[in-house]
């Protein structure tokens, strides 16, 4: 009696260390998948911001150049405010492309990964 009880409190045991392995091993992934968004939110964020420096001025003297050769007599201010809204808004669509694919790809490597069970 004595050895059937010990023969089945060790497989209870070894069913609850395989559930705590995988549920180890599933917060795992978890975590290196929240580091990678991170690394790429912020690796993101510096080139974009570098990006930006780099290119502000050329972008603004062409969009005030074409601006004076339509015609139009805005002012200078109001010509800055206008070509820093319309430059947010293409570096926000081509973020928010470039970023979709990129958690796409990291989602079906977590798929993988839970599937190999």
């Given at each position: 009696?004595?050895?059937?009880?010990?023969?089945?409190?060790?497989?209870?045991?070894?069913?609850?260390?395989?559930?705590?392995?995988?549920?180890?091993?599933?917060?795992?992934?978890?975590?290196?998948?929240?580091?990678?968004?991170?690394?790429?939110?912020?690796?993101?964020?510096?080139?974009?911001?570098?990006?930006?420096?780099?290119?502000?001025?050329?972008?603004?003297?062409?969009?005030?150049?074409?601006v004076?050769?339509?015609?139009?007599?805005?002012?200078?201010?109001?010509?800055?405010?206008?070509?820093?809204?319309?430059?947010?808004?293409?570096?926000?669509?081509?973020?928010?492309?470039?970023?979709?694919?990129?958690?796409?790809?990291?989602?079906?490597?977590?798929?993988k990964?839970l599937?190999?069970?």
């Open positions: 009696m004595e050895k059937e009880r010990d023969l089945f409190t060790h497989v209870l045991d070894r069913e609850l260390h395989e559930g705590i392995y995988h549920k180890t091993k599933e917060s795992l992934f978890y975590i290196k998948f929240e580091l990678k968004k991170q690394v790429i939110l912020a690796v993101t964020a510096a080139l974009v911001f570098l990006i930006a420096i780099s290119w502000k001025d050329p972008i603004q003297n062409t969009f005030i150049l074409l004076e050769k339509i015609g139009w007599g805005i002012n200078d201010l109001f010509l800055e405010y206008l070509s820093a809204i319309l430059i947010t808004i293409i570096a926000v669509l081509i973020l928010f492309l470039i970023n979709s694919k990129i958690i796409k790809s990291i989602s079906l490597e977590g798929k990964v599937k190999k069970k």
